[in-house]
């Protein structure tokens, strides 16, 4: 009986308009627009820093060249980083807002912080499989991180299974070769375990 009444008055809910319970409020068009500009400046500010580190290796080690570089991707990684937390703040239930955070985390090296706006980008937009070659990349960082055997285990395991959901969800894309071949190494590596 109290079953019946429940999904009642859920349904007498839902036809008196307020759907907004079961899912997402969808966000009005200028505040999707302002959040559309600052992940657009975040996502060119990204691509600077991951250039700016490239042009580094080009440099000899020490340099004034290498060293400028350097500073240049860690401003630009940091503009990146202000911009995705400004378009979160808006709309912290906007899955590319969640995902350029895991992004800007992940190349900052905030592993835990990576995998959590990751997971929530997905719970929000479970379309987003690049998503979950993130959260592989950054168990395997912690993993090798780690100092009991233990614990590297569960964090290869846990890189080893996002890696294969992203394979079963792509398996035509040309990079599942190489994610098989990493799923054997991290296996391999999880065998040296004791």
């Not at 990684?77 to 899955?95: F, G, R």
């Not at 285990?153 to 994610?179: F, G, H, S, T, W």
Request: with cysteine; aromatic share 10%.
């Amino acid at each position: 009986m109290k079953t019946v009444l429940l999904c009642a008055t859920l349904f007498a809910a839902a036809l008196s308009g307020c759907a907004g319970l079961f899912e997402p409020k969808p966000i009005d068009a200028a505040k999707a627009s302002q959040i559309g500009n600052l992940l657009a400046d975040a996502d060119q500010n990204l691509k600077n820093s991951v250039w700016s580190k490239e042009q580094v290796s080009h440099y000899p080690l020490g340099s004034e060249m290498a060293g400028k570089f350097a500073e240049a991707s860690q401003k630009y990684l940091q503009i990146a980083t202000d911009k995705s937390y400004e378009a979160y703040n808006l709309e912290p239930a906007w899955a590319p807002s969640n995902k350029m955070l895991a992004l800007c985390q992940a190349k900052m090296g905030n592993s835990d912080k990576a995998i959590e706006f990751a997971q929530k980008a997905m719970k929000y937009d479970p379309t987003l499989d690049d998503c979950l070659q993130v959260i592989a990349t950054e168990y395997t960082r912690k993993a090798i991180a780690a100092t009991d055997a233990r614990t590297k285990k569960n964090y290869y395991a846990k890189a080893i299974a996002a890696y294969e959901e992203y394979i079963r969800r792509n398996p035509d894309r040309k990079n599942v070769p190489y994610l098989e071949s990493t799923i054997e190494y991290l296996k391999e590596e999880m065998a040296k375990l004791k």
